[in-house]
C-alpha cells in the first residue's frame, strides 16, 4: 500500500519484507504474530461452533460459547466489571480478514518508522497505552452521549487499530515531514497519511462502526501525545518498561536459576587468579631448566631436589 521512501536502501516489495519479518524476535513482529494467532484460534473456534449450530448473533445467551464474548471490550459498564481484563484483551482481536490485514499493515509500516526513529524498546508501551486511551474513550463516549444510549448495553469494541494507529500517529508526528511512497499516488508526507486516517475516522462515526471511529481517536490521541513529551525529553513509556524489565527478569532469574549457579560454579574453577598464574608460569620456567640440565648433563646430574620437582611435575 505504501513505503518508506529511502534513496539509500533498495526498494523491494513490502510483501517480501513483511515475509522476512515474521522471522525476527523483536517487538514488533512479536505483537504482529500475536494479532495474527488470536485471529486463526478465534476463526477456527468459529468453524466448530458452526458445526455444532451454537453459532448464533453475539448475545448474553449464545455469546458465551465465543471466544470474542471473553476478550472483546464492552461499554457498558456492569459488563465491563465482570471482564476488567478486555481493556488489554480487545487491542488483539480482529475476527475478519480485511480487518486483520489493514490494521497489520499500518502497523507494520508504522512501526517500522517508529522503531528507526523512536525506538523498538518503546513500541510496546505505546501499542498497550494507545489501545487502552481507545478503550477509554470508547467506553466513555457510549455511556456520555445520548446517540448511544440504545445500544450501549449491547455494543463491544474489537481490534487492533486504535493501537496501531497510537503508534502511526506517534511516528507522524516525531518524523512528519517523512516521505512515503504511496501506490497510485506517489511521495506523500506522512504527517498527512496520518491526518487523512484521523479525519476518516471524524467524519464516519455517524456512518456505522461509531465506537471503533471514536476508539482509532483515543489511540491517535495518545500516540500525538506521546511524541509531542518525547520530543521535549519527556519519556511518557519509561515507567512501563521499568515495570515489563522487571517482570520479564523475574520469569528469566526463576527459569535459569539453577543453570546460573552451576555457571557460576564453573567460572570460579575456571578462572585462575593472579597468583596462581604467577605461580604456576614459575614452576614451569624451573621444570623448564631442569630438563634442559638433563639434555646436557643427564639426569644422573640432577640434585635431589631438581628430581622431586620433575616427579611432582610428572604427576600433574
Given at each position: 500500500?505504501?513505503?518508506?521512501?529511502?534513496?539509500?536502501?533498495?526498494?523491494?516489495s513490502?510483501?517480501?519484507?513483511?515475509?522476512?519479518?515474521?522471522?525476527?524476535?523483536?517487538?514488533?513482529?512479536?505483537?504482529?504474530?500475536i494479532?495474527?494467532?488470536?485471529?486463526?484460534?478465534?476463526?477456527?473456534?468459529?468453524v466448530?461452533?458452526?458445526?455444532?449450530?451454537?453459532?448464533?448473533?453475539?448475545?448474553?445467551?449464545?455469546?458465551?460459547?465465543?471466544?470474542?464474548?471473553?476478550?472483546?471490550?464492552?461499554?457498558?459498564?456492569?459488563?465491563?466489571?465482570?471482564?476488567?481484563?478486555?481493556?488489554?484483551?480487545?487491542?488483539?482481536?480482529q475476527?475478519?480478514?480485511?480487518?486483520?490485514?489493514?490494521?497489520?499493515?499500518?502497523?507494520y509500516?508504522?512501526?517500522?518508522?517508529?522503531?528507526?526513529?523512536?525506538?523498538?524498546?518503546?513500541?510496546?508501551?505505546?501499542?498497550?497505552?494507545?489501545?487502552i486511551?481507545?478503550?477509554?474513550?470508547?467506553?466513555?463516549?457510549f455511556?456520555?452521549?445520548?446517540?448511544?444510549?440504545?445500544?450501549?448495553?449491547?455494543?463491544?469494541?474489537?481490534?487492533?487499530?486504535?493501537?496501531?494507529?497510537?503508534?502511526?500517529?506517534?511516528?507522524?508526528?516525531?518524523?512528519?515531514?517523512?516521505?512515503?511512497?504511496?501506490?497510485?499516488?506517489?511521495?506523500?508526507?506522512?504527517?498527512?497519511?496520518?491526518?487523512?486516517?484521523?479525519?476518516?475516522?471524524?467524519?464516519?462515526?455517524?456512518?456505522g462502526?461509531?465506537?471503533?471511529?471514536?476508539?482509532?481517536?483515543?489511540?491517535?490521541?495518545?500516540?500525538?501525545?506521546?511524541?509531542?513529551?518525547?520530543?521535549?525529553?519527556?519519556?511518557?513509556?519509561?515507567?512501563?518498561?521499568?515495570?515489563?524489565?522487571?517482570?520479564?527478569?523475574?520469569?528469566?532469574?526463576?527459569?535459569?536459576?539453577?543453570?546460573?549457579?552451576?555457571?557460576?560454579?564453573?567460572?570460579?574453577?575456571?578462572?585462575?587468579?593472579?597468583?596462581?598464574?604467577?605461580?604456576?608460569?614459575?614452576?614451569?620456567?624451573?621444570?623448564?631448566?631442569?630438563?634442559?640440565?638433563i639434555?646436557?648433563?643427564?639426569?644422573?646430574?640432577?640434585?635431589?631436589?631438581?628430581?622431586?620437582?620433575?616427579?611432582?611435575?610428572?604427576?600433574?
Amino acid at each position: 500500500m505504501f513505503r518508506q521512501n529511502n534513496p539509500y536502501v533498495a526498494q523491494t516489495s513490502i510483501f517480501d519484507e513483511i515475509k522476512q519479518f515474521f522471522g525476527k524476535k523483536d517487538v514488533l513482529s512479536r505483537l504482529m504474530v500475536i494479532n495474527v494467532l488470536i485471529f486463526l484460534v478465534i476463526n477456527i473456534q468459529g468453524v466448530i461452533l458452526y458445526l455444532l449450530n451454537l453459532d448464533r448473533e453475539f448475545s448474553a445467551i449464545h455469546g458465551v460459547f465465543r471466544l470474542t464474548w471473553y476478550l472483546t471490550l464492552p461499554s457498558d459498564l456492569e459488563s465491563l466489571l465482570y471482564r476488567p481484563w478486555s481493556i488489554i484483551t480487545y487491542m488483539f482481536v480482529q475476527e475478519d480478514l480485511l480487518h486483520l490485514f489493514f490494521n497489520m499493515m499500518v502497523l507494520y509500516v508504522g512501526g517500522k518508522i517508529y522503531n528507526q526513529f523512536i525506538g523498538d524498546n518503546k513500541l510496546l508501551s505505546t501499542y498497550f497505552f494507545s489501545g487502552i486511551l481507545g478503550g477509554l474513550f470508547y467506553i466513555l463516549t457510549f455511556n456520555i452521549f445520548p446517540a448511544f444510549q440504545e445500544v450501549v448495553g449491547g455494543s463491544f469494541a474489537l481490534g487492533s487499530s486504535a493501537a496501531v494507529l497510537g503508534i502511526f500517529v506517534a511516528s507522524a508526528t516525531y518524523v512528519p515531514n517523512l516521505n512515503m511512497n504511496v501506490m497510485f499516488i506517489g511521495n506523500v508526507k506522512l504527517k498527512y497519511i496520518a491526518l487523512i486516517f484521523i479525519v476518516l475516522d471524524i467524519l464516519n462515526i455517524r456512518n456505522g462502526n461509531a465506537g471503533g471511529h471514536i476508539a482509532h481517536l483515543g489511540g491517535a490521541l495518545f500516540g500525538y501525545f506521546f511524541s509531542v513529551q518525547y520530543r521535549k525529553g519527556t519519556d511518557l513509556s519509561k515507567p512501563f518498561n521499568i515495570f515489563w524489565d522487571r517482570l520479564v527478569n523475574l520469569f528469566r532469574f526463576s527459569k535459569r536459576k539453577p543453570r546460573m549457579r552451576k555457571v557460576y560454579s564453573q567460572t570460579r574453577r575456571s578462572v585462575p587468579d593472579e597468583d596462581y598464574l604467577k605461580n604456576k608460569n614459575q614452576f614451569q620456567a624451573e621444570i623448564d631448566t631442569i630438563l634442559e640440565k638433563i639434555k646436557k648433563s643427564g639426569y644422573q646430574s640432577l640434585t635431589t631436589e631438581e628430581k622431586h620437582k620433575l616427579f611432582d611435575a610428572s604427576k600433574k
